[in-house]
């Protein structure tokens, strides 16, 4: 992507100066709601074309319903959409429209098997005699029997029961493997993200921010002790942070520190430090380092160590620890 | 009650023994709903999908005069088009009054505000997720085009099957462009007001019994369609 900004409604929802995704790669994309991420994924799966800036594939400049990305490059909604036609129908309409419909029946077979659908059971099945986890499956089954080069799911599984949501993930990890397709997932499920994928962005406001590793609060913030700002946490503790440019200003922080006491200890002067639970522990695929999760009265902080540092410090979830950052390390959005 | 048991025995007879006079009324029904509905959604359809499907300037405005169009009172489209077709009107030489081809003219102009309006709304009503799906399967233009038009197929019969029932069941321009003429464009909604005028209630319930027939032998012949597609 070059220069690329999408107006909706008068209003910009993305701004991206340049991004380059790697051919291959399984890439994650991370942020709140209404951060862009949905939009992000239509613009970079050629449904939608920018407002301005383009969108290149394999370098060049491509638009929606152009040959080059057509047949290449697919997009799974977050929202679970089947046509009004049998299961069958609807895995095999890429196929029909590709006129590649030498045996149909079989490749759409094996496309609900990568899901874990009978083909048998449930290839005669209306799409409205689904339940949400399978007319999710089926939709991606839609997608995997194409062999797309490039695959964007956008929260492959967010509602939708557990044993859907496994079989999706591994369903897609099997494309990654068998036909070298590019992913790139938005994803709320952070811990699975980390655990694939070879790059995490984090998105906020509709800018990519950096490797989703950062540590986003929002506001309203105001005037606590000694004239400086922050918040008052549900707990009793202060979250100090430098003046923000305005009220509702979210604030990003990085560099945060974990220490195994479950006292804070004061800090050296433009140091914060608070006092929190270990909620989650999770490998990062991509430097095998562990993120460790922490909540802060009602308030998640994660933290990047070491295995060695987590060994060391006897971190574990349920410990109670104290974090620390720095008030010059704290950016706004 | 007993003119109304009366009447419909009276209703089987004629029915049964093929009388001439009610079949000319149902014959007569056919040809003109037949000939408008077709015009209507050979027009009416494509219009409607384009109104609901495409994004252009004055899309709102161009919606609020269509839905307008469907408040279009019958007596009044009556009255236009017999002053077109009139004598002294500017279509007077096309001789279309008093024709079954005029009154099919009238309920052409009240059917198709349905159908485009109606046929609107089943189009946009459509799940915007369609476009994002279709798109990312890989349909080209024509395709999306095509694959939308046939996932609101469901709306657009719908549609289809308002217009017919409205204009099956009309009688202000009937009367007033056909004249009901007996025998020539005496069509089953005006023999019924003219028969009940008479006190022959007989006819009138016979032909209100082909009216519900032939409706529902469209609605369960629809019905089949919509099962298997």
Avoid at chain 1, 61 to 83: C, D, G, H, K, S
Avoid at chain 1, 112 to 131: H, I, M, T
Wanted: glycine residues 10%.
């Amino acid at each position: 992507m070059r220069g690329l900004t999408h107006v909706y409604r008068g209003k910009p929802v993305l701004s991206i100066d340049r991004l380059d995704l790697p051919r291959g790669g399984i890439i994650g994309v991370i942020g709140p709601n209404g951060s862009g991420k949905s939009t992000f994924l239509r613009l970079a799966g050629f449904v939608e074309r920018p407002t301005a800036g383009e969108v290149l594939f394999d370098g060049k400049p491509a638009a929606p319903f152009a040959p080059e990305v057509r047949n290449r490059v697919t997009l799974l909604p977050q929202e679970p959409f089947l046509m009004k036609r049998t299961v069958l129908n609807n895995v095999a309409y890429g196929l029909r429209i590709r006129k590649a419909s030498d045996h149909l029946a079989e490749r759409v077979d094996k496309a609900l098997s990568y899901v874990g659908l009978d083909g048998k059971d449930f290839a005669q099945r209306p799409s409205y005699a689904l339940s949400g986890g399978e007319a999710q499956r089926v939709a991606l089954a839609a997608r995997l029997v194409l062999k797309p080069e490039v695959l964007l799911m956008d929260e492959p599984t967010a509602s939708i029961d557990a044993l859907s949501a496994q079989l999706i993930k591994d369903a897609v990890l099997k494309a990654r493997r068998d036909w070298g397709t590019t992913l790139i997932v938005a994803s709320h499920d952070w811990q699975w993200l980390y655990g694939i994928c070879d790059t995490v962005f984090h998105l906020l406001k509709g800018r990519f921010l950096g490797t989703g590793r950062e540590n986003i609060l929002f506001g309203p913030w105001e005037r606590v002790e000694n004239g400086q700002w922050g918040k008052r946490l549900a707990d009793g503790q202060q979250l100090l942070v430098p003046k923000p440019p305005e009220a509702l200003a979210a604030a990003v922080i990085e560099n945060v520190t974990i220490m195994p006491q479950a006292e804070p200890v004061s800090g050296a002067a433009g140091q914060v430090t608070l006092s929190g639970l270990i909620t989650r522990l999770a490998l990062e695929k991509a430097s095998g380092s562990i993120v460790v999760s922490v909540l802060v009265a009602n308030l998640p902080f994660t933290a990047t160590l070491t295995e060695h540092q987590v060994r060391n410090h006897e971190l574990y979830p349920g410990r109670m620890v104290a974090i620390r950052y720095n008030l010059n390390s704290v950016k706004w959005v | 009650m007993d003119f109304l048991l009366q009447g419909l025995l009276k209703a089987f007879e004629l029915l049964t023994t093929i009388d001439p006079e009610t079949f000319s009324a149902v014959y007569a029904t056919l040809v003109v709903s037949a000939y408008s509905l077709a015009v209507t959604l050979a027009l009416g359809l494509p219009l409607g999908f384009c109104l609901g499907y495409f994004e252009f300037t004055f899309k709102k405005q161009v919606r609020v005069v269509v839905d307008t169009l469907l408040s279009l009172p019958t007596v009044f489209i009556g009255l236009v088009v017999y002053a077109f077709f009139t004598n002294r009107g500017p279509l007077g030489e096309w001789g279309l009054l008093f024709t079954l081809s005029g009154i099919a003219v009238g309920l052409t102009i009240l059917a198709l505000p349905i159908v485009v309006a109606l046929g609107a709304t089943a189009v946009e009503s459509m799940d915007r997720q369609l476009r994002v799906t279709l798109i990312s399967l890989g349909a080209n233009r024509q395709q999306l085009f095509l694959s939308t038009l046939w996932e609101s197929r469901h709306g657009i019969i719908a549609a289809a099957l308002t217009a017919y029932g409205r204009v099956m069941t009309e009688v202000g321009i009937a009367m007033m462009v056909g004249g009901n003429i007996k025998w020539q464009t005496r069509t089953i909604t005006t023999a019924i007001a003219l028969e009940t005028n008479k006190g022959e209630f007989a006819m009138g319930i016979a032909l209100g019994l082909v009216l519900l027939m032939i409706a529902f032998g469209v609605n369960v012949s629809v019905s089949f369609l919509r099962k298997r597609y």
